[in-house]
């Protein structure tokens, strides 16, 4: 079946920091992969996504790398702030499905 | 657009009691999906629709959760009777199904079940 798996949290990091949130899945076909974030008290939102190999989805300093070889979508920033303290989703969406398949989230704090 | 629209925000019941949620998708938006998110689960999906008709609702958790769709822009999450562990937030989201499948969420409704 599709999965998700996801680095287990929290990820503590000082401001201006490099941050990586590996994201790795099994799926059949080719889906499309997602990064969405939710801050304190909210929904989720969409931060970026690549439906295809070798895609890199970008967003708000964000990227990821569709990389079908390693079956990844690791999420990078070269500098995080204090605001991107939030938890990040990894998700798949199996190709042609609506289902959407969620890894369980990491939770990021960036310190001051 | 106003995004996907919840209510109410927050809900503290007794148990035994009848819950009911709404949503209210994005306009043009032909699928919706309701979620439950907790800490001991995550984010879990419960029931999805496109076009009105629920396609999957293999994630509803027992028959005291039912969810409809009437028209395509409102839905309810019914949970009768509530229990204690039905506590979480609740999500609904909406999308294109013509599209890369991308879902907007709703702010959530927190619930509290004592």
């Known amino acids: 079946g599709n999965s998700v798996t996801q680095m287990e949290g929290p990820v503590t990091l000082s401001e201006e920091a490099f941050l990586t949130i590996n994201c790795t899945y099994t799926a059949t076909g080719y889906p499309s992969l997602f990064w969405y974030v939710q801050y304190p008290g909210e929904g989720l939102q969409l931060l970026l996504k690549?439906?295809?190999?070798?895609d890199k989805g970008s967003n708000k300093g964000f990227e990821a790398t569709y990389r079908k070889e390693t079956t990844s979508f690791h999420l990078e920033k070269g500098s995080v702030q204090v605001s991107d303290s939030a938890v990040y989703f990894c998700?798949?969406?199996?190709?042609?499905?609506?289902?959407?398949?969620f890894g369980p989230g990491t939770r990021l704090s960036v310190l001051p | 657009d106003a995004g996907v629209i919840q209510s109410p925000r927050h809900e503290v019941t007794e148990m035994g009691q009848e819950v009911t949620l709404r949503c209210k998708p994005i306009?043009?938006?032909?699928?919706l999906f309701w979620y439950r998110q907790t800490m001991m689960r995550g984010l879990e999906l419960l029931i999805y629709?496109?076009?009105?008709?629920?396609?999957?609702d293999s994630g509803m958790p027992e028959d005291r959760f039912s969810a409809k769709m009437p028209n395509a822009s409102f839905s309810t999450l019914k949970i009768q009777p509530s229990e204690p562990r039905d506590s979480a937030v609740y999500f609904c989201?909406?999308?294109?199904?013509?599209?890369?499948?991308?879902?907007?969420f709703g702010p959530g409704t927190r619930l509290t079940v004592t």
């Open positions: 998700a798949l969406s199996p190709s042609g499905g609506q289902n959407f398949v």
């Open positions: 306009s043009g938006h032909n699928s």
């Open positions: 989201a909406s999308s294109l199904s013509s599209g890369y499948g991308e879902q907007y």
């Open positions: 690549a439906t295809k190999a070798d």
């Open positions: 629709f496109n076009n009105n008709v629920p396609i999957d």
